[in-house]
């Protein structure tokens, strides 16, 4: 039996056992330092230290370890910074599609821009190990509600440190709702993976099963989850019904990827459910919020549940962030400093770009728009009237379209979605038009974003406020309209129309008069881009493969088509050599 834990971090007992490296070391030592408390400790507090242990469930989504922005991660391979948990999920779901091209040739990084990789890549394999990681921390919490009593913990009594079972119980929920959301992405990315339950003994090894088996381990989980869910409004921060739901919305979207068998009618159901759950505030009484980009700025928690503005609550499940408080390389630092350049230039056929417009005062300059991603906006010259472009630089800025040279920041449009400003109260973002003149006597007016003091400069900082969004209404709006067009029982093309002009109609675009599979693929991009869906959707519109190609895939300018097995990313060849013959490679790697 452990005898102590960390206030911190008690997820470590599963972390070695697929080749993972854990920075907390073996739970079975004495406490070492301060933060540990022993079983009397416990005991005397178990609200603070059963809080603080279900906090690590949570915070693992947000930081990469207890050291600061790159120190102490919770797992090696990657540096501290590329191994937080948003932005591995984004290195594999958004990297080598048509919506962004990374410029830098970092370690492993370059084949995901390529889509060129192999199984000793480090960010596949650093990924592997960060969902797993998450996945073993909840695990253990789940294990310790169950071990209590081994500790002389009682449950129940009276006073600030008691704990009840209701809320012990709704902590489980909770964790197991998280388990499962990295499971979605093991899913997604692996397929015939492993799987960790809170039901192995410490120093079982976790078997291989196929994708098959392990989604529906996974759905009845999280369907039972779902079914015991209270209805109540949870605490900013902490996931509520709408996440369980909108997760299952996910997976029942791409099932017949993942089991060969369609789920259309039940991701409607489930669709329906949350979209009733939000209808009469919003925009046109739709729950959606009234602006777009407010819902990726320094202050969208008033969107998230809990939040300010509970009748444009859009942000169904978010990852907090707070300045000081969460200073990741990952998270909203990592989204909106990649795809900024501070630009100064007096010539600006060279490119013009002001950091502070964002919110920032640090810009890496690694990230913009790849030619065909940019299209879909009908981006030629300057934005158009699509809201969603607003805060993007194009031609008259100095950027061109043309990814070509590949690893030059101006070439290619840059792209801003995430700003480190905060919105008005009403939930509103304040955009201006910013006028200056070049040296060669050019005019050039481009938007600006944030809050001005008294000198016209934006507050910043070099991490940000600005929270993750891991699923929004919008994203469910649009999987009721996939479903539709796939003839859901209950569903209609026409209603399935609506809900594709309900967003455009947003982003200030008029109606199409035609539900298509094209039309449908194309918004979720619009709506969606950099929120982690993008290679799923091309998966399941038949265009990631072939039939579709953009700037740099495969390695090639034009463009080319992958190998057939690319639908699943390669086991990490490390986790392989720890299991030795209990583990098969994906096909074709």
């Known amino acids: 039996m452990k005898s102590y834990f960390s206030k911190i971090f008690t997820g470590a007992a599963l972390l070695s056992l697929a080749g993972f490296a854990s920075c907390t070391g073996d739970l079975d030592q004495l406490p070492q330092d301060p933060n540990s408390t022993t079983a009397v400790n416990f005991a005397e507090n178990p609200r603070e230290y059963i809080g603080g242990v279900m906090a690590k469930c949570y915070s693992s989504l947000a930081v990469s370890g207890q050291g600061g922005p790159n120190g102490d991660a919770d797992i090696s391979g990657l540096d501290g910074g590329t191994s937080q948990w948003t932005r591995t999920i984004f290195m594999l779901e958004e990297f080598p599609t048509d919506e962004n091209l990374w410029l830098y040739d970092d370690g492993g990084v370059d084949e995901m821009r390529w889509a060129t990789w192999g199984s000793a890549n480090v960010a596949i394999f650093g990924t592997y190990s960060r969902l797993y990681t998450h996945i073993a921390v909840c695990n253990d919490f789940i294990r310790l509600t169950r071990e209590l009593g081994d500790y002389g913990i009682e449950v129940g009594g009276t006073g600030d440190t008691a704990i009840s ?50 989604y529906n381990k996974v759905v009845e989980d999280l369907e039972d989850v779902l079914a015991n869910f209270p209805d109540t409004t949870p605490v900013y921060g902490r996931i509520g019904k709408d996440a369980v739901e909108a997760l299952l919305v996910k997976f029942y979207l791409n099932a017949e990827v993942y089991t060969g068998t369609a789920q259309w009618a039940k991701c409607y159901e489930h669709c329906k459910n949350i979209i009733n759950r939000h209808q009469g505030g919003g925009y046109q009484g739709s729950g959606l919020a009234n602006d777009y980009l407010s819902l990726f700025c320094a202050s969208n928690k008033m969107f998230a549940p809990g939040g300010a503005l509970t009748a444009q609550n859009e942000i169904l499940w978010n990852i907090p962030q707070a300045t000081t408080y969460c200073e990741p390389w990952g998270g909203s630092t990592f989204l909106v400093n990649a795809a900024i350049k501070n630009m100064p230039n007096t010539d600006f056929t060279k490119g013009y770009m002001n950091q502070l417009w964002y919110g920032t005062n640090d810009s890496w300059s690694c990230m913009h728009a790849r030619k065909e991603f940019a299209e879909l906006f009908d981006t030629y010259g300057d934005i158009t009237g699509d809201k969603r472009t607003v805060l993007w630089l194009t031609e008259s800025a100095g950027f061109s379209i043309e990814n070509v040279p590949y690893n030059e920041f101006q070439a290619g449009y840059a792209s801003i979605k995430y700003t480190a400003v905060p919105c008005n109260s009403d939930g509103s973002m304040p955009i201006w038009d910013y006028t200056i003149t070049d040296d060669n006597g050019l005019v050039l007016t481009l938007p600006r974003a944030g809050v001005a003091d008294a000198d016209g400069n934006v507050p910043y900082n070099g991490h940000h406020d600005t929270n993750v969004p891991v699923i929004r209404l919008a994203e469910i709006y649009l999987s009721a309209a996939e479903c539709a067009y796939n003839g859901a029982s209950g569903s209609s093309q026409s209603e399935g129309l609506n809900y594709v002009n309900l967003i455009r109609n947003r982003a200030g675009l008029g109606n199409i008069t035609q539900l298509t599979s094209q039309a449908l693929l194309d918004e979720r991009a619009r709506e969606l881009y950099w929120e982690n869906n993008r290679r799923t959707d091309l998966i399941r519109f038949g265009k990631w493969i072939s039939g579709y190609n953009w700037s740099w895939k495969g390695g090639v300018q034009t463009g080319t088509n992958l190998p057939s097995h690319f639908n699943l990313y390669p086991l990490p060849s490390d986790v392989l050599a720890t299991y030795g013959s209990a583990m098969t490679q994906n096909t074709g790697y």
């Open 165 to 214: 079972q209701a809320e012990i119980d709704q902590f489980v929920l909770e964790a197991r709702a998280l388990r499962d959301l990295s499971y979605y992405y093991v899913i997604d990315f692996f397929g015939n993976a492993v799987v960790a339950w809170d039901d192995m003994a410490y120093g079982e090894i976790p078997p291989q099963t196929t994708r098959l088996e392990l």
